[in-house]
């Protein structure tokens, strides 16, 4: 028996067989949850079903995240199937992609700021907001994921990096507010791992090449790693454990000067 045996989550932002949201999903279904997913539009609805049924289910939800009433009617049409929600899984991050492109200060722009925002950092709070009733008493997780550009300029992540700053901030005050209610709120920040979402930042072949020269275990990570994480942090044997971000990431945000401190000498 596994140790989410009994629990049912959400998955929202799986997009492909390559995601993080996959790994994630692969490892709660293989610890006894029961899952339910969601597509952004009709082009990704065949792929989100054929990943959905090789978690054994059949709730596939459509969802665009920037539509407040698309995500009501998520909640609104999970309760016609399950009695509660014990997980939430937001696996959501846009940006404009001249937003990535060149230097953070040549790239922004105030409408580029502000979608990078709505989608990757607001939606986390839509997302709570909406599915606050179904989770109530239940000591339900919610879980989101960040990436070391949140705390560290990284190299064309740009106004990305500012979103995940928020993403975080909103992790640690839906904690707050939600844990009154028996939900804990928490984050992976995830190292470099080639997703589709990946191939849209520039040099990602470089930033990869230099984390597995330089980072502690000498590698990178997988999405079953993240996977095993996520699981976890949702688990009852994290019970105790609310508004953390945890770095599944080979140990890269430990280290300070790391090219003299990792590769050849």
């Given at each position: 028996?596994?140790?989410?045996?009994?629990?049912?989550?959400l998955?929202?932002?799986?997009?492909?067989?390559?995601?993080?949201?996959w790994?994630?999903?692969?490892?709660?279904?293989?610890q006894?949850?029961?899952l339910a997913?969601?597509?952004?539009?009709?082009?990704?609805?065949?792929?989100?079903a054929k990943?959905?049924?090789e978690?054994?289910?059949?709730?596939?939800?459509p969802?665009?995240?920037?539509h407040?009433?698309?995500?009501?009617?998520?909640?609104?049409?999970?309760?016609t199937?399950?009695?509660?929600?014990?997980i939430?899984?937001?696996?959501?991050?846009?940006?404009?992609?001249d937003?990535?492109?060149?230097?953070?200060?040549?790239?922004?722009?105030?409408?580029g700021?502000?979608?990078?925002?709505?989608?990757s950092?607001?939606?986390?709070?839509a997302?709570?907001?909406?599915?606050?009733?179904?989770?109530?008493?239940?000591?339900g997780?919610i879980?989101?994921?960040?990436?070391?550009?949140?705390?560290r300029?990284?190299?064309?992540?740009?106004?990305m990096?500012?979103?995940?700053?928020?993403?975080?901030?909103?992790?640690?005050?839906?904690?707050?507010?939600l844990?009154?209610?028996g939900?804990?709120?928490?984050?992976?920040s995830?190292?470099?791992?080639?997703?589709l979402?990946?191939?849209g930042?520039?040099?990602?072949?470089?930033?990869?090449?230099?984390?597995?020269?330089?980072?502690?275990?000498?590698?990178?990570?997988?999405?079953?790693e993240?996977?095993?994480?996520?699981?976890?942090?949702?688990?009852?044997l994290?019970?105790?454990?609310?508004?953390?971000?945890?770095?599944?990431?080979?140990g890269?945000?430990?280290?300070?000067?790391a090219?003299?401190m990792?590769?050849?000498?």
């Amino acid at each position: 028996m596994g140790f989410l045996q009994g629990k049912r989550a959400l998955i929202v932002g799986v997009a492909s067989p390559r995601s993080i949201a996959w790994g994630i999903a692969k490892a709660m279904h293989a610890q006894g949850a029961e899952l339910a997913f969601t597509y952004q539009n009709e082009k990704l609805h065949s792929r989100v079903a054929k990943i959905a049924d090789e978690c054994e289910s059949d709730i596939v939800l459509p969802c665009d995240v920037a539509h407040d009433r698309q995500i009501d009617s998520v909640f609104e049409q999970l309760g016609t199937r399950w009695d509660g929600l014990d997980i939430l899984v937001h696996s959501v991050g846009f940006a404009p992609r001249d937003q990535l492109d060149g230097t953070y200060i040549d790239a922004v722009t105030r409408e580029g700021f502000q979608i990078a925002h709505d989608i990757s950092s607001y939606s986390l709070a839509a997302l709570a907001k909406s599915g606050r009733e179904l989770m109530r008493g239940r000591n339900g997780a919610i879980l989101t994921l960040s990436y070391l550009g949140s705390v560290r300029a990284m190299p064309s992540y740009n106004v990305m990096g500012l979103a995940k700053a928020s993403l975080e901030a909103n992790v640690r005050y839906l904690a707050q507010s939600l844990g009154p209610e028996g939900i804990r709120v928490n984050a992976v920040s995830a190292g470099p791992i080639k997703t589709l979402a990946a191939a849209g930042i520039a040099q990602f072949r470089k930033m990869l090449d230099h984390v597995e020269r330089t980072a502690p275990l000498r590698r990178s990570i997988t999405t079953e790693e993240v996977g095993n994480v996520s699981a976890f942090l949702c688990s009852d044997l994290a019970s105790g454990i609310t508004g953390e971000i945890t770095y599944v990431d080979a140990g890269y945000s430990i280290l300070g000067m790391a090219e003299l401190m990792g590769g050849d000498e």
